[in-house]
Nanobody, 114 residues
Framework: VQLVESGGGLVQPGGSLRLSCAASGMISSINNMGWYRQAPGKERELVAS???????MYADSVKGRFTISGSDVENSLLLQMNSQEHEDTADYYC?????????WGQGTQVTVSS
């Protein structure tokens, strides 16, 4: 099973993008799903996550601007990014954590620039 992200691209500061992630097959026993990002020269960081026992969590840098949503039944994940800032420029990765293993997408690039 592979995770495929889409929706990345170039956006101006203050603009919006929506990232999508879909699994190529069925993934069961999902604990949580999330979005990570990695900017050039920096470590990968958790942006937002969702679980069906604990709700959602966001990195402080994106609170109030990003919204994560998803379905553990459909194995899909979205990240709505509003009021984007230069610091949001990074490769964004979809992640699914199950009881047995974790899955990563190949990443989609987001560039915030005027």
């Amino acid at each position: 099973v592979q995770l495929v992200e889409s929706g990345g691209g170039l956006v101006q500061p203050g603009g919006s993008l929506r990232l999508s992630c879909a699994a190529s097959g069925m993934i069961s026993s999902i604990n949580n799903m999330g979005w990570y990002r990695q900017a050039p020269g920096k470590e990968r960081e958790l942006v937002a996550s969702i679980s069906w026992g604990g709700g959602t969590m966001y990195a402080d840098s994106v609170k109030g601007r990003f919204t994560i949503s998803g379905s553990d039944v459909e194995n899909s994940l979205l990240l709505q990014m509003n009021s984007q800032e230069h610091e949001d420029t990074a490769d964004y990765y979809c992640h699914i954590n199950t009881e047995r293993r974790e899955y990563w997408g190949q990443g989609t690039q987001v560039t915030v620039s005027s």
